[in-house]
């Protein structure tokens, strides 16, 4: 067993450590996985507030959720100050940031919807779709296909994910001009009224119990550190899933969110054009009155 080795200039101890037992995937195999995808997944995950899952001995096992620096965390991962916050928040920078983490055993990222640039104001409004466990992901699909015709219905471009799980994410990219009150103010307003029009298939409320058979739109990622799993970010789950930037069309054929692993992402996308490559010139607020 190799003893270390180096990864876009960081140290990778352990690198034949097995991190997904089921899949037999190694801690430098999620390292050049990160590496792989590094030039699709870094305009969404660089410069940004993280929270990371760290999980030492691997998926499924005992993991940590850390935002703020400690001892351990390496000198590729830089420190922000959030006003309104006393501890500053870790970010990256660059490729080499990633693989930082995978040397911290970090399995999952969760950038928060600012930039460091901009910490109090929001560029990223996400509605997450959680379904009951009776529902299928055909019902996922309709909830998000119905989310981006109400965006649309009031001047809003959005783009979807899966999760690696059973959900999908809508994100709505914005001009960072609005505080997060009203950000979060917003995709309540916006949750509640699509909860109302339809009660039997949506929800708003995170009781578990209240659930049965309709979907929870989680519009509570919209708050400065309730964060959502990152594109291309692996997840600690069975079968080394990946939440997958895709395009609307996908939607409308047929979608197994658990295709996208570690395995499987590089290549698809290197093989497709980037579902998100507009993103970042789209230019848009939120409809907010002031």
């Not at 305009?43 to 005992?62: D, I, W």
């Not at 560029?123 to 965006?151: K, M, N, Q, T, Y």
Request: one cysteine or more; charged letters at 25%; proline letters at 9%.
């Amino acid at each position: 067993m190799s003893e270390e080795l180096i990864v876009e200039g960081v140290r990778l101890s352990s690198p034949d450590k097995v991190l997904y037992p089921e899949q037999g995937i190694t801690k430098l195999e999620l390292a050049e996985y990160y590496v792989a995808v590094a030039g699709w997944m870094l305009p969404h995950v660089a410069k940004r507030p993280v929270t990371m899952v760290r999980c030492p001995t691997g998926a499924e096992k005992k993991c940590f959720y850390q935002r703020h620096a400690a001892s351990g965390v390496l000198p590729q991962l830089k420190e922000v100050t959030v006003p309104g916050f006393d501890e500053p928040y870790l970010y990256i920078d660059d490729v080499a940031g990633l693989i930082a983490m995978v040397q911290m055993g970090t399995l999952e990222i969760h950038p928060w919807g600012v930039t460091v640039e901009r910490p109090d104001m929001p560029d990223r409004i996400i509605f997450d779709l959680d379904p009951d466990e009776g529902l299928g992901f055909g019902d996922v699909i309709s909830a998000a296909l119905e989310v981006r015709e109400r965006l649309r219905g009031i001047g809003l471009q959005s783009f979807v994910k899966t999760t690696g799980g059973k959900g999908l994410h809508v994100v709505v990219p914005v001009e960072p001009v609005t505080e997060w009150r009203a950000a979060k103010a917003f995709a309540k307003s916006f949750s509640d009224e699509m909860a109302a029009d339809a009660p039997e298939r949506y929800l708003t409320r995170i009781s578990k119990a209240e659930r049965a058979g309709r979907i929870f739109i989680d519009y509570l990622r919209n708050d400065p550190t309730s964060t959502a799993v990152g594109p291309y970010s692996t997840r600690s789950r069975p079968g080394a899933p990946v939440a997958m930037p895709i395009e609307w069309e996908e939607l409308e054929g047929p979608l197994d969110p658990a295709a996208f692993t570690i395995k499987t992402v590089p290549a698809r996308a290197a093989a497709r054009r980037d579902p998100w490559a507009e993103m970042a010139a789209v230019r848009q607020r939120l409809p907010i009155p002031g």
